[in-house]
């Protein structure tokens, strides 16, 4: 099963892409990764249509 991840700048917080993959990535020492469900990436798609830039992971989702 294919699940959707938030790639994440883990200093900032800022969603950098969000990504499909069959198995949690790997975090690393600047970037972590969270769960990304429909509902959260409906949420980071509607501030990305409105504009938004810089989107920080507490804005889309409980962190």
């Known amino acids: 099963m294919v699940d959707a991840y ?9 969603i950098i892409r969000l990504t499909h993959q069959n198995t949690a990535p790997a975090d690393s020492p600047t970037l972590i990764h969270f769960l990304a469900s429909t509902g959260h990436q409906a949420h980071y798609q509607t501030l990305l249509d409105v504009g938004r830039e810089l989107i920080q992971v507490h804005m889309v989702m409980p962190v």
């Open 6 to 14: 938030f790639v994440v700048a883990r200093e900032s917080q800022t």
